[in-house]
C-alpha cells in the first residue's frame, strides 16, 4: 500500500487525502450524533404518543360530555320539559293516551320536539326518559328499540342511590335487544335521576352512544396504535377491535403501574391518559415502539440522507477544485514530455499571481531562451548551406557570359537569323536568371518563363520536339516561389520521360490557403516500380546528406538538389510526391507553403 501510495501523482496524493480528511471526521461525527439522540428519539417518541393520545382524549371527551349536557338539560335547565315530566308522572294512567285527550298529546310532542332538538347536536345519540308509571318518551322508534328493557338491564338498580347531578356511567357490550334483530357490539350509557323537591323519585334519564363513535375516533387519530378506553375497574369499554370490550386490562402486566403516565417496554410503548369527562375513567394506547419511533426515525433518516448528498456533492465540488487547481500542474507536466520529445513550439499559456502561474511563466520563458539559441545555431547552418548553393550558380562571370551572349544575338539580327537570335536570347534570358539575380524568390510568373525559355533551348538539341503546356489559375502567377523549383524537374521530363523522342508536359499550379500546389505531368516513357521507390527513397533523405557540390548541367542542382533547397527554407511543411506508370507517363506534385521569407526560418527549425 505505502508502495501504491508513493507512486501516485501529485494530483491524485491531494485528492486522496483531502477525501480521508472529510471522510473520517464526518463519519466519526455521524456516529456519535446516532449513539447521542437515541435517548432523545425515545423521549420524542413518546412524547408524539401522548400527543395522540391527548387529540382522542378530546375528542371522546366532548363526546361524552355532549352526553352529560343532555342530561343536564333534561333535569335541570328546561323548566317546561321538567313540569310536564312531573305532571306526566303524577298521572295515575299510565296507559297510552287517545288522540281525543289532546293535553297529553300536546305534552308528548313537546318533549319529543325537544329530544329531537337536543340529539341532533354533535353525534347520535339515544335518549330515553322513563317515569315511574312505565310512561316513556325516546328520540329513537320502539320498531328499534324498546325503552322498557331498560327496567331489566342489570345497572338499572344502580340508579336508585345516585341524587342530584350525579351519574351513573356504564359501558357495556349490549343495551336493549333490537326486536328481531342481532345484538350490537357495544354501547356507552349515562344514567340520572328525576327526583321531586322531597327527593322522591319520579323518573329517569338514560343517555347512550354507541362504543363504534369511540372507535372511529381511535381508528381516525391513532392509526399504527392499540387505544383503548378503560373504566374506573380496568374495564375495556371502547377498543378498536370490538371483541376485546368487556376484558380486564392489567396495566402491571402491559408493564405499566396505576400511578404510572407512560413507560416503555422492550418492544411497545406504554401511554395512559385520564379521561376529563368522566372520572376514573382512562385512555390507554400501547404502540409497537418501533411504530413509535419510526416517524422520529424518518425524520432522521431523511436528515442523514440530506448529509450524506450534501457531504458527496461537496465532495464532488472539493475534487473538482482540487482538479482545477492541480491542473496548470499537470499540465506542465505533459508539457515538458512533449519538449523531452523535441517538441519546443509548445507553450504552456499558464499566468497568474500565484506560485504555479510563475512557474508557468518561467517555463515558457526557458522554452523560449531555448528557441532563440537553437535558431541562431540553426540560421548559422543554414548561412552555411546557402553559401555552397550559391557557389553552384557562380562558376563564370556573369557580365562576362551577358555580353558575349548579347554581341552573339545582335550579329546575327544584321545577318537575318532571327530564329538563332530568339535561341541566344532565350539563353541569355535563361542564364541571367540562373547566376545574375540576387534574390531567392520570384514570381511563378517568372519561373515559368524560365522553363519555357529552356524547353525552346533543349529543343535545338531534340530531334523532336517537346510541347509545353501552362494550365495555371491567375492568381497563382503573382505567388512567389524559390527559384529554380520547376527547371530541374522539366529537364528531367525531357531527358529522361522523352528521351530524344516527341512529347507533351502539362504544367498546372493552384491556390489553397495554406500552399501553392503544382502539378508537372508527362506523358513520357514512365518508370518501373522498383525504379520509382528507389527516387523516392532518395528524395527522402536528401535533406540528411551533402549538398551537391560542381555540376556541368545547366541546372546544375538536378531533382534532389531541389528537394533539399526547398527542405531548407520550408521543413517539413514542403511537399513532393512522384507517381509513375510505365507507358503512362510521370506525375509530380509540389506542394509549397504561402508564407514570406521571415517566417520560413522558423518553420525549418521543427520542421527539417
Not at 377491535?241 to 396495566?251: L, M, S
Not at 551533402?546 to 548541367?553: D, G, I, T, Y
Not at 531548407?568 to 506525375?587: A, C, H, M, N, Y
Request: hydrophobic content about 40%.
Amino acid at each position: 500500500m505505502l508502495r501504491r501510495w508513493t507512486r501516485l501523482s501529485f494530483r491524485y496524493k491531494l485528492i486522496w487525502s483531502s477525501i480521508a480528511c472529510i471522510l473520517i471526521p464526518a463519519f466519526l461525527s455521524l456516529a456519535l450524533s446516532n449513539y447521542l439522540t437515541q435517548d432523545a428519539v425515545k423521549e420524542q417518541a413518546q412524547e408524539n404518543a401522548m400527543q395522540s393520545l391527548r387529540l382522542a382524549e378530546g375528542y371522546v371527551s366532548n363526546l361524552l360530555n355532549n352526553m352529560t349536557y343532555i342530561a343536564n338539560y333534561i333535569q335541570v335547565l328546561d323548566s317546561d320539559m321538567r313540569t310536564i315530566l312531573q305532571r306526566r308522572a303524577a298521572d295515575p294512567s299510565p296507559e297510552p293516551f287517545t288522540p281525543a285527550d289532546y293535553p297529553q298529546f300536546t305534552d308528548t310532542k313537546t318533549i319529543i320536539d325537544k329530544l329531537d332538538n337536543i340529539s341532533i347536536i354533535g353525534e347520535e345519540v339515544l335518549v330515553t326518559i322513563l317515569l315511574t308509571n312505565k310512561i316513556y318518551y325516546a328520540n329513537y322508534s320502539r320498531d328499534d328499540y324498546d325503552p322498557m328493557r331498560i327496567f331489566e338491564t342489570p345497572w338499572f338498580a344502580d340508579l336508585q342511590d345516585i341524587h342530584g347531578l350525579e351519574s351513573r356511567w356504564i359501558g357495556s357490550r349490549s343495551y336493549i335487544r333490537t326486536r328481531g334483530a342481532t345484538e350490537e357490539s357495544g354501547y356507552i350509557t349515562l344514567g340520572r335521576t328525576l327526583r321531586y323537591a322531597n327527593r322522591n323519585i319520579y323518573g329517569y334519564v338514560v343517555v347512550t352512544i354507541r362504543e363504534e363513535q369511540i372507535r372511529k375516533i381511535f381508528e381516525r387519530i391513532a392509526s399504527g396504535q392499540e387505544m383503548m378506553l378503560l373504566n374506573e375497574h380496568g374495564t375495556i369499554i371502547s377498543h378498536r377491535d370490538p371483541e376485546r370490550i368487556g376484558e380486564h386490562f392489567d396495566r402491571e402486566a402491559a408493564g405499566l403501574t396505576t400511578t404510572a403516565a407512560r413507560g416503555v417496554t422492550d418492544s411497545y410503548l406504554l401511554s395512559e391518559l385520564p379521561l376529563s369527562a368522566v372520572s376514573g375513567w382512562s385512555l390507554v394506547s400501547l404502540t409497537p415502539y418501533e411504530d413509535a419511533v419510526s416517524p422520529i426515525n424518518r425524520i432522521y433518516n431523511r436528515v442523514l440522507v440530506i448529509q450524506l448528498i450534501s457531504f458527496f456533492l461537496f465532495l464532488l465540488l472539493l475534487i473538482y477544485l482540487l482538479q482545477k487547481f492541480t491542473k496548470p500542474l499537470v499540465r506542465l507536466g505533459k508539457l515538458a514530455e512533449t519538449v523531452q520529445r523535441g517538441n519546443l513550439e509548445v507553450r504552456s499559456r499558464i499566468r497568474g499571481d500565484d506560485e504555479i502561474g510563475r512557474l508557468g511563466h518561467s517555463f515558457d520563458q526557458m522554452l523560449d531562451r531555448i528557441k532563440d539559441m537553437i535558431r541562431e545555431v540553426q540560421l548559422g547552418e543554414m548561412r552555411k548551406r546557402e553559401a555552397e548553393l550559391s557557389m553552384l550558380q557562380a562558376q563564370i562571370n556573369p557580365h562576362f557570359v551577358f555580353n558575349v551572349l548579347n554581341s552573339i544575338r545582335m550579329k546575327m539580327l544584321r545577318k537575318g537569323d532571327s530564329e538563332n537570335a530568339e535561341m541566344i536570347s532565350a539563353m541569355s534570358r535563361l542564364m541571367r536568371m540562373s547566376i545574375g539575380s540576387q534574390h531567392d524568390y520570384i514570381t511563378l510568373h517568372e519561373e515559368i518563363g524560365i522553363v519555357i525559355d529552356y524547353v525552346k533551348l533543349m529543343n535545338l538539341r531534340q530531334k523532336e520536339n517537346v510541347e509545353l503546356e501552362i494550365l495555371a489559375d491567375s492568381e497563382t502567377f503573382l505567388e512567389e516561389v524559390p527559384r529554380f523549383v520547376l527547371q530541374p524537374i522539366i529537364e528531367n521530363s525531357i531527358i529522361h520521360g522523352f528521351n530524344q523522342q516527341a512529347g507533351k508536359i502539362v504544367i498546372e499550379a493552384r491556390s489553397t490557403k495554406h500552399a501553392l500546389i503544382i502539378t508537372i505531368r508527362d506523358n513520357g516513357q514512365g518508370m518501373e516500380r522498383s525504379k520509382l521507390e528507389e527516387i523516392r527513397a532518395r528524395l527522402t533523405a536528401a535533406y540528411a546528406t551533402e549538398p551537391v557540390r560542381n555540376s556541368h548541367k545547366l541546372s546544375g542542382i538536378g531533382l534532389r538538389n531541389v528537394v533539399e533547397r526547398m527542405r531548407i527554407k520550408f521543413g517539413r511543411s514542403f511537399d513532393l510526391s512522384i507517381d509513375s506508370e510505365p507507358g503512362v507517363g510521370t506525375r509530380i506534385e509540389l506542394h509549397i507553403p504561402r508564407f514570406k521569407e521571415g517566417a520560413q526560418v522558423v518553420q525549418s527549425h521543427y520542421g527539417g
